[in-house]
């Protein structure tokens, strides 16, 4: 297959739902779609934890890269356990006293309990108007969080850790 199995797995499924489609609109005869049942790659398990070390390199370097909002980012993602998604869309107006009141979550509308460490991040930032994005650049896009992600493993020496 291929040494990227994930990259091979979603072409197949967007080729097997092209083909689909072409049957749907009579280009193909029905059921003869060849991409319908080829085995997928294989993919490795992707679980990764940081040790005691690697987390202390990790907030010592969130210190020394010089992006702010991203650190404190990283660090609310880490004492919420929030999806990535989530806090790159955060607005002011999800922000409560006590908790984080996420409307547009992968799994629906939920509530996410902030501890004092996550209060504490909150709180030294610069609170915008409800319907401004907490995490934005200096344009008020959302933090293009994959680019610096990938930028900070570099700087942080953690080439191999991944968010999720």
């Excluded at 009141?101 to 991040?121: C, E, F, V, W």
């Excluded at 930028?151 to 080439?159: E, H, N, S, T, V």
Aim: charged letters at 30%; a positive charge; one cysteine or more.
């Amino acid at each position: 297959m291929s040494d990227r199995p994930g990259s091979c797995n979603r072409q197949t499924a967007n080729l097997a739902a092209v083909l689909k489609y072409a049957e749907t609109l009579g280009h193909r005869k029905r059921g003869s779609n060849p991409a319908k049942g080829l085995q997928r790659g294989r993919r490795p398990k992707m679980t990764r934890y940081l040790n005691a070390t690697e987390y202390r390199r990790l907030e010592l370097r969130l210190g020394e890269f010089g992006n702010e909002k991203f650190a404190a980012m990283i660090r609310l993602y880490i004492h919420t356990g929030a999806r990535k998604g989530e806090l790159v869309k955060l607005a002011w107006k999800d922000v409560s006293a006590r908790h984080l009141d996420l409307r547009d979550s992968k799994t629906g509308p939920k509530p996410i309990l902030l501890s004092d460490a996550a209060l504490r991040i909150l709180s030294n930032l610069d609170r915008g108007q409800p319907n401004d994005l907490v995490f934005r650049s200096e344009s008020g896009e959302p933090l293009d969080l994959a680019k610096i992600w990938n930028q900070f493993r570099a700087f942080a020496g953690l080439p191999d850790v991944r968010l999720h």
